[in-house]
């Protein structure tokens, strides 16, 4: 079925460097790529719409500096984020668009814990 | 904007009916999904529906759609522990756009 695949599910990083987090779509070709960060106990906040060769669509109170995506296949989409601080740790989570047979939705990674110390 | 809304807890008896209500503002939703989230894990689609549809049932879930109303309804028969997560609804305009979802509801499954 369709697989997204989320690496890493868990860093921590010293305030001031920069993590990547990476989307790879397994078994099919994912032309959108969304990112959300989501809080403890929280719902999803979708940060970014990622397409394929273009510039990632950023939403309202995203610093897209900070959030650093890029999307140069259709199967990787990446998301770094730069001189990170305490307070960007959280949930990160991507998602894609997939028909599975007669079955549609959203393929979720399995989400990466960002801890900033 | 859109906006999702769910009530936060639920709690049943093992072996009891779970019933999980969601409602949505915007009147363009074409797409209504019901996600389960474990702790620490990323979403899991457990079903959608088509906003032409009034029900989908799928082997123990049973999703009800009033369009008119505006709310989404997930049964769950015969509730087992393993069944205890969070469950968020979502939806969206069209099959490759964002989704709105709501603040998720926390299923507590009691032996």
């Known amino acids: 079925g369709a697989v997204v695949s989320q690496h890493p599910s868990w860093v921590i990083c010293k305030s001031g460097t920069s993590v990547k987090i990476e989307c790879r779509s397994l078994?099919?070709?994912?032309?959108?790529m969304f990112w959300y960060r989501q809080f403890p106990k929280q719902s999803l906040m979708l940060m970014a719409t990622?397409?394929?060769?273009?510039?990632?669509?950023?939403e309202q109170g995203v610093e897209k500096d900070k959030f650093l995506i890029n999307h140069a296949s259709l199967t990787l989409s990446t998301l770094t984020v730069t001189s990170a601080h305490p307070e960007d740790s959280s949930f990160y989570i991507c998602?894609?668009?997939?028909?599975?047979?007669?079955?549609?939705?959203?393929?979720f990674g399995s989400g990466t814990r960002l801890t900033v110390v | 904007g859109e906006d999702v809304e769910q009530s936060l807890f639920l709690s049943v008896r093992e072996g009891d009916s779970s019933v999980i209500n969601c409602t949505y503002t915007?009147?363009?939703?074409?797409?209504l999904y019901w996600y389960k989230q474990e702790p620490g894990a990323g979403l899991q689609l457990l079903t959608y529906?088509?906003?032409?549809?009034d029900m989908k049932q799928d082997q123990r879930l049973t999703v009800l759609l009033n369009k008119k109303d505006k709310h989404l309804s997930l049964r769950i028969a015969d509730t087992q522990t393993g069944d205890s997560a969070i469950y968020f609804c979502?939806?969206?305009?069209?099959?490759?756009?964002?989704?709105?979802f709501g603040d998720g509801t926390t299923l507590t499954v009691k032996p």
């Open positions: 998602s894609a668009s997939a028909w599975e047979g007669l079955n549609y939705g959203y393929t």
């Open positions: 078994d099919f070709q994912a032309t959108t």
């Open positions: 990622s397409n394929e060769g273009s510039k990632a669509t950023y």
């Open positions: 915007d009147s363009s939703s074409t797409y």
């Open positions: 529906i088509f906003s032409n549809m």
């Open positions: 979502a939806e969206s305009e069209t099959n490759a756009g964002k989704s709105t």
